[in-house]
T-cell receptor, first 113, second 112 residues
Framework: ETGVTQTPRHLVMGMTNKKSLKCEQHLGHNAMYWYKQSAKKPLELMFVYSLEERVENNSVPSRFSPECPNSSHLFLHLHTLQPEDSALYLC????????????FGPGTRLTVL | AQSVTQLDSQVPVFEEAPVELRCNYSSSVSVYLFWYVQYPNQGLQLLLKYLSGSTLVKGINGFEAEFNKSQTSFHLRKPSVHISDTAEYFCAVSDRAGKSTFGDGTTLTVKP
Protein backbone atom coordinates (compact mmCIF):
# COMPACT_ATOMS: atom_id res chain seq x y z
CA GLU A 1 0.00 0.00 0.00
CA THR A 2 1.22 3.46 -0.77
CA GLY A 3 0.06 6.95 0.10
CA VAL A 4 -2.85 7.52 2.43
CA THR A 5 -5.57 4.92 2.88
CA GLN A 6 -8.92 5.22 4.62
CA THR A 7 -11.39 2.61 5.77
CA PRO A 8 -14.23 2.12 5.41
CA ARG A 9 -14.90 3.93 2.15
CA HIS A 10 -18.61 4.10 2.89
CA LEU A 11 -20.46 4.01 6.21
CA VAL A 12 -24.12 4.25 7.08
CA MET A 13 -24.99 4.58 10.75
CA GLY A 14 -27.87 5.43 13.01
CA MET A 15 -27.76 8.29 15.45
CA THR A 16 -27.26 5.96 18.41
CA ASN A 17 -24.44 3.91 16.87
CA LYS A 18 -20.75 4.10 17.68
CA LYS A 19 -18.32 3.67 14.82
CA SER A 20 -14.72 4.56 13.97
CA LEU A 21 -13.01 5.80 10.83
CA LYS A 22 -9.45 4.70 10.21
CA CYS A 23 -6.66 6.42 8.33
CA GLU A 24 -3.20 5.06 7.64
CA GLN A 25 -0.33 6.80 5.88
CA HIS A 26 2.63 4.99 4.34
CA LEU A 27 4.70 8.11 3.59
CA GLY A 28 6.73 8.45 6.77
CA HIS A 29 5.01 11.72 7.61
CA ASN A 30 4.75 13.18 11.09
CA ALA A 31 1.51 15.17 10.80
CA MET A 32 -2.00 13.94 10.11
CA TYR A 33 -5.30 15.75 9.61
CA TRP A 34 -9.06 15.14 9.58
CA TYR A 35 -11.21 17.25 7.27
CA LYS A 36 -14.98 17.31 6.76
CA GLN A 37 -16.26 17.91 3.23
CA SER A 38 -19.97 18.67 3.02
CA ALA A 39 -21.95 19.40 -0.12
CA LYS A 40 -21.81 23.05 -1.14
CA LYS A 41 -19.47 23.98 1.74
CA PRO A 42 -15.72 24.51 1.80
CA LEU A 43 -13.41 21.90 3.24
CA GLU A 44 -13.39 22.18 7.03
CA LEU A 45 -10.30 21.32 9.04
CA MET A 46 -11.33 19.33 12.12
CA PHE A 47 -8.16 18.10 13.82
CA VAL A 48 -4.40 18.25 13.35
CA TYR A 49 -1.92 15.88 14.95
CA SER A 50 1.83 16.35 14.92
CA LEU A 51 4.05 13.59 16.28
CA GLU A 52 0.93 11.99 17.79
CA GLU A 53 -0.02 15.12 19.73
CA ARG A 54 -3.12 17.12 18.90
CA VAL A 55 -2.05 20.61 17.83
CA GLU A 56 -5.34 21.96 16.56
CA ASN A 57 -8.99 21.37 17.27
CA ASN A 58 -11.31 23.64 15.35
CA SER A 59 -14.28 23.72 17.71
CA VAL A 60 -15.47 20.30 16.69
CA PRO A 61 -18.40 18.81 18.66
CA SER A 62 -17.43 16.22 21.25
CA ARG A 63 -19.36 13.52 19.40
CA PHE A 64 -16.23 13.39 17.20
CA SER A 65 -13.25 12.01 19.08
CA PRO A 66 -9.86 11.65 17.36
CA GLU A 67 -7.10 9.26 18.32
CA CYS A 68 -3.55 9.11 17.03
CA PRO A 69 -1.76 6.07 18.50
CA ASN A 70 1.34 6.57 16.31
CA SER A 71 2.48 8.75 13.45
CA SER A 72 1.12 6.34 10.83
CA HIS A 73 -2.42 5.89 12.12
CA LEU A 74 -5.28 8.24 12.83
CA PHE A 75 -8.78 7.36 13.96
CA LEU A 76 -11.99 9.32 14.24
CA HIS A 77 -14.40 7.83 16.75
CA LEU A 78 -18.04 8.69 16.18
CA HIS A 79 -20.95 8.49 18.63
CA THR A 80 -24.48 9.90 18.77
CA LEU A 81 -24.07 11.70 15.47
CA GLN A 82 -26.68 13.89 13.83
CA PRO A 83 -27.95 13.72 10.23
CA GLU A 84 -26.12 16.98 9.46
CA ASP A 85 -22.85 15.14 10.18
CA SER A 86 -23.32 13.23 6.93
CA ALA A 87 -20.37 14.17 4.74
CA LEU A 88 -17.15 12.96 3.19
CA TYR A 89 -14.44 12.71 5.84
CA LEU A 90 -10.96 13.14 4.44
CA CYS A 91 -7.70 12.25 6.09
CA UNK A 92 -4.43 13.87 5.03
CA UNK A 93 -0.80 13.76 6.05
CA UNK A 94 2.25 15.96 5.62
CA UNK A 95 5.90 15.80 6.55
CA UNK A 96 5.20 17.98 9.59
CA UNK A 97 2.42 20.33 10.66
CA UNK A 98 4.13 23.27 8.97
CA UNK A 99 4.63 21.44 5.70
CA UNK A 100 2.50 23.05 3.09
CA UNK A 101 1.84 20.05 0.90
CA UNK A 102 -0.72 17.63 2.21
CA UNK A 103 -1.44 14.21 0.78
CA PHE A 104 -5.07 13.16 0.97
CA GLY A 105 -6.75 9.81 1.32
CA PRO A 106 -9.83 8.86 -0.73
CA GLY A 107 -12.22 9.69 2.10
CA THR A 108 -15.01 7.93 3.95
CA ARG A 109 -18.53 8.77 2.77
CA LEU A 110 -20.59 8.88 5.98
CA THR A 111 -24.36 8.86 6.05
CA VAL A 112 -26.15 9.34 9.37
CA LEU A 113 -29.77 8.21 9.37
CA ALA B 1 -7.43 35.93 8.95
CA GLN B 2 -7.36 34.62 5.42
CA SER B 3 -10.04 33.67 2.92
CA VAL B 4 -10.37 32.19 -0.53
CA THR B 5 -13.01 32.93 -3.15
CA GLN B 6 -13.47 30.76 -6.17
CA LEU B 7 -15.48 32.92 -8.48
CA ASP B 8 -17.17 30.20 -10.50
CA SER B 9 -18.97 27.27 -8.91
CA GLN B 10 -19.38 25.48 -12.25
CA VAL B 11 -17.45 25.76 -15.50
CA PRO B 12 -18.69 23.80 -18.52
CA VAL B 13 -16.33 23.66 -21.48
CA PHE B 14 -15.94 21.66 -24.66
CA GLU B 15 -13.08 19.24 -25.15
CA GLU B 16 -9.87 20.81 -26.51
CA ALA B 17 -11.01 24.31 -25.54
CA PRO B 18 -8.96 26.44 -23.14
CA VAL B 19 -10.16 26.92 -19.58
CA GLU B 20 -9.51 29.30 -16.71
CA LEU B 21 -10.68 28.66 -13.14
CA ARG B 22 -10.57 31.81 -11.07
CA CYS B 23 -9.36 32.17 -7.50
CA ASN B 24 -8.98 35.28 -5.36
CA TYR B 25 -7.66 35.38 -1.84
CA SER B 26 -7.29 37.78 1.03
CA SER B 27 -4.78 37.68 3.83
CA SER B 28 -3.02 40.06 6.18
CA VAL B 29 0.24 38.10 5.87
CA SER B 30 2.25 36.47 3.13
CA VAL B 31 0.66 33.30 1.91
CA TYR B 32 1.38 30.26 -0.14
CA LEU B 33 -1.11 29.21 -2.79
CA PHE B 34 -2.28 25.85 -4.03
CA TRP B 35 -4.63 24.20 -6.48
CA TYR B 36 -5.96 20.72 -5.76
CA VAL B 37 -8.08 18.44 -7.96
CA GLN B 38 -10.65 15.96 -6.71
CA TYR B 39 -11.91 13.26 -9.05
CA PRO B 40 -15.20 11.51 -8.22
CA ASN B 41 -14.97 9.28 -5.15
CA GLN B 42 -11.38 10.24 -4.50
CA GLY B 43 -9.43 12.51 -2.18
CA LEU B 44 -7.71 15.75 -3.14
CA GLN B 45 -4.56 15.65 -5.23
CA LEU B 46 -2.11 18.54 -5.48
CA LEU B 47 -2.00 20.08 -8.97
CA LEU B 48 0.49 22.87 -8.32
CA LYS B 49 1.70 25.29 -5.68
CA TYR B 50 3.24 28.74 -5.43
CA LEU B 51 5.69 29.27 -2.58
CA SER B 52 8.05 31.94 -3.98
CA GLY B 53 10.00 32.85 -7.10
CA SER B 54 8.48 32.85 -10.56
CA THR B 55 4.84 33.87 -10.51
CA LEU B 56 3.96 31.41 -13.28
CA VAL B 57 3.73 27.93 -11.85
CA LYS B 58 3.43 24.78 -13.91
CA GLY B 59 1.75 21.71 -12.49
CA ILE B 60 0.71 18.24 -13.46
CA ASN B 61 -1.64 17.31 -16.31
CA GLY B 62 -0.74 20.44 -18.32
CA PHE B 63 -2.18 22.92 -15.83
CA GLU B 64 -0.52 26.18 -14.86
CA ALA B 65 -1.38 29.10 -12.61
CA GLU B 66 -0.18 32.65 -12.25
CA PHE B 67 0.24 34.43 -8.95
CA ASN B 68 -0.79 38.07 -9.17
CA LYS B 69 0.00 39.83 -5.92
CA SER B 70 -1.55 43.17 -6.86
CA GLN B 71 -4.84 41.54 -7.79
CA THR B 72 -4.56 38.88 -5.05
CA SER B 73 -5.39 36.22 -7.59
CA PHE B 74 -4.14 32.76 -8.47
CA HIS B 75 -6.09 31.66 -11.53
CA LEU B 76 -5.68 28.16 -12.93
CA ARG B 77 -5.41 27.66 -16.69
CA LYS B 78 -5.10 24.89 -19.23
CA PRO B 79 -4.80 25.59 -22.98
CA SER B 80 -6.67 22.48 -24.11
CA VAL B 81 -8.81 20.33 -21.81
CA HIS B 82 -9.66 16.65 -22.04
CA ILE B 83 -12.71 14.72 -20.93
CA SER B 84 -10.56 13.27 -18.15
CA ASP B 85 -10.11 16.76 -16.65
CA THR B 86 -13.71 16.69 -15.48
CA ALA B 87 -13.42 17.05 -11.70
CA GLU B 88 -13.75 19.42 -8.75
CA TYR B 89 -10.93 21.95 -8.37
CA PHE B 90 -10.03 23.63 -5.09
CA CYS B 91 -7.91 26.68 -4.53
CA ALA B 92 -6.23 26.94 -1.11
CA VAL B 93 -4.01 29.35 0.78
CA SER B 94 -1.68 28.64 3.67
CA ASP B 95 0.07 31.03 5.99
CA ARG B 96 3.62 30.43 7.13
CA ALA B 97 2.34 28.55 10.18
CA GLY B 98 0.82 25.94 7.90
CA LYS B 99 -2.83 26.88 8.48
CA SER B 100 -4.73 26.13 5.27
CA THR B 101 -7.99 27.63 4.02
CA PHE B 102 -9.81 26.10 1.08
CA GLY B 103 -12.21 27.65 -1.41
CA ASP B 104 -15.68 26.27 -2.10
CA GLY B 105 -14.51 24.47 -5.21
CA THR B 106 -15.21 24.78 -8.94
CA THR B 107 -16.77 21.92 -10.86
CA LEU B 108 -15.15 21.63 -14.27
CA THR B 109 -17.22 19.65 -16.77
CA VAL B 110 -15.60 18.88 -20.09
CA LYS B 111 -18.08 17.99 -22.81
CA PRO B 112 -17.30 16.09 -26.03
Amino acid sequence: ETGVTQTPRHLVMGMTNKKSLKCEQHLGHNAMYWYKQSAKKPLELMFVYSLEERVENNSVPSRFSPECPNSSHLFLHLHTLQPEDSALYLCASSQDDRDLEQFFGPGTRLTVL
Amino acid sequence: AQSVTQLDSQVPVFEEAPVELRCNYSSSVSVYLFWYVQYPNQGLQLLLKYLSGSTLVKGINGFEAEFNKSQTSFHLRKPSVHISDTAEYFCAVSDRAGKSTFGDGTTLTVKP
